[in-house]
């Protein structure tokens, strides 16, 4: 840090000024080297540009602990830099009056650019502080007690008549009192607004207790959102008060759209208490242990009974028989188009004729394979048979009907194996379309195994969309599956199939959504 000598015509010095700056250490290379314009200070090597960073900032501090305060009667150092508030008239014009260029106590202020390169320290006056983009003041000077001070006046008078100069900051003009500190406008604040869900809660919502209702639901989602550990029970039970406050503001209003937010919360409270239930293991409203089922998760039911919905809409012949086949072959082919079959696989479903079927099929174009039916049914699993259903492959955009991935594919195939094949179904030879209710009655079904939504029993025209059978045949296959233990307190009215799974074949059953857990 070096100091100007002192003027003979003016006592006043040069204010100190010193820079720390970070560079590359060479090409090729992350290190970095950090250097000081003090004299004393020798270069510094570092092997990343963070930790020279780091100790550029360590170096400039250290500097502003050991640096003496700041000195009343320094000119300002930025001058000798040519900056903005120290450049001269260049019009010809006599320069204006500007008591704005310096004045105020002399401060240390830091100057740093945008990328953190460099440091650089200078003392100047507090008013070419603030000029001086992106300075911030460090220390200050302490102004000299009042009776050391000589009148304005007089000190001008004193020093001309003494054939001296008054001191004068850096613009050589007389040294102004100082500055106040300019007052900041009030900044205008909107009154705060409550909201719920990123919607205004309107200020004149009646009824009051409707209104109150929401802000503190606004408030405790807001809580929930920040904790650390989520609890999907308290989640729940959130998005169920929010359902019903919004139902009610919708009524209230006549507004669709908070109606249609009203059904999601619902839908988003059942899932949370699902969650919850799964998680904690336990169902709702039998206390029961939990379920360990064979698909564990919401999401794998979904695709449980997508799979099931589209072999309904796209089986190219009828019968429960052919129904049963291309669900199989459609769980063994749905990834890619293509699987590999051995005539176990086929044998195992109770078909009346499997290879008369399988002729149909190929001959209709929806399965195709090498070979003839006959040897695809005596395949053995060391020479299993590769086929293809043209219409599972995936398209020009690269997917086919089905959104799950090759991962959940054979855990859909092994679920419906698991019940095609039970021991009991098999000992009791049940029929195709007894084994085809079977896979369509564990898809809905509700947490405790109870059949249809609620446990209130299935419709029996959606029934007959899903299994190919007619009133009289439906009761042979119920009774069919009470006697291999799968249904018990089964009932069949003109309308409705109602019963409950056993607890045996519980951890196959795919729960409905929106059930509670």
């Avoid at 009828?318 to 459609?330: C, E, S």
């Avoid at 219409?391 to 997917?399: F, H, K, N, Q, V």
Wanted: proline letters at 8%.
């Amino acid at each position: 840090m070096t100091q100007a000598t002192v003027n003979t015509m003016d006592e006043r010095v040069s204010g100190r000024r010193w820079t720390v700056r970070l560079d590359a250490a060479g090409r090729g290379s992350t290190a970095v080297r950090v250097s000081c314009s003090r004299p004393a200070c020798t270069g510094q090597r570092h092997p990343s540009a963070a930790a020279g960073r780091a100790a550029a900032v360590a170096h400039l501090k250290a500097h502003l602990r050991a640096a003496p305060a700041p000195r009343a009667g320094a000119y300002c150092a930025c001058r000798a830099e040519d900056c903005h508030t120290h450049l001269p008239d260049s019009s010809g014009r006599h320069g204006r009056a500007e008591p704005w260029r310096c004045g105020g106590p002399v401060v240390l202020a830091v100057v740093t650019d945008r990328e953190s390169r460099w440091w650089q320290v200078m003392e100047c006056c507090s008013r070419c502080a603030a000029a001086t983009p992106g300075a911030k003041t460090v220390a200050a000077s302490q102004a000299p007690p009042a009776a050391d001070r000589p009148a304005a006046g007089a000190a001008v008078d004193a020093g001309t008549s003494a054939g001296g100069m008054v001191p004068q900051f850096s613009d050589q003009r007389a040294a102004a009192g100082p500055v106040p500190a300019p007052r900041s406008a009030p900044a205008r604040r909107r009154p705060s607004q409550a909201k719920i869900a990123q919607r205004v809660i309107p200020h004149d919502l009646r009824p009051t207790v409707l209104r109150d209702e929401l802000i503190e639901l606004g408030d405790l989602f807001r809580v929930y959102q920040q904790s650390d550990q989520p609890d999907l029970a308290v989640l729940a039970g959130l998005q169920e008060r929010k359902a019903r406050a919004f139902t009610t503001w919708a009524d209230v209003t006549s507004d669709g759209a908070l109606r249609w937010e009203a059904r999601r919360a619902e839908q988003a409270a059942a899932t949370a208490r699902l969650q919850h239930q799964q998680r904690t293991g336990g169902i709702a409203g039998n206390g029961g242990p939990a379920v360990d089922r064979l698909l564990s998760v919401a999401g794998q039911w979904e695709h449980a009974r997508s799979v099931l919905a589209y072999v309904a809409d796209h089986t190219p012949l009828p019968g429960p028989d052919a129904r049963l086949l291309v669900l199989m072959l459609t769980l063994r082919t749905a990834h890619t188009g293509t699987g590999n079959l051995v005539g176990q696989d086929l044998t195992a479903l109770g078909l009346t004729d499997p290879q008369e079927l399988i002729e149909k099929l190929t001959g209709c174009g929806w399965l195709s394979f090498p070979g003839t039916a006959g040897e695809l049914l005596a395949s053995r699993p060391e020479n299993a048979t590769p086929v293809t259903v043209p219409s599972l492959a995936p398209g020009d955009e690269g997917t086919g009907p089905f959104t799950f991935g090759k991962k959940m594919r054979p855990k859909l195939s092994g679920w419906a194996q698991k019940i095609i094949s039970d021991k009991k179904l098999r000992k009791a030879k049940a029929t195709s379309g007894t084994r085809l209710l079977a896979l369509t009655l564990a898809t809905q079904t509700n947490a405790s195994g109870s059949l249809g939504p609620g446990g209130h029993g299935i419709a029996l025209n959606a029934l007959a969309a899903r299994v190919p059978a007619g009133p009289g045949e439906l009761k042979e296959l119920v009774d069919q599956l009470t006697a291999a233990d799968w249904l018990t307190h089964a009932t069949l009215t003109d309308t409705h199939l109602t019963g409950q799974f056993s607890e045996r074949v519980l951890p196959l059953t795919c729960p409905l959504p929106g059930e509670p857990q």
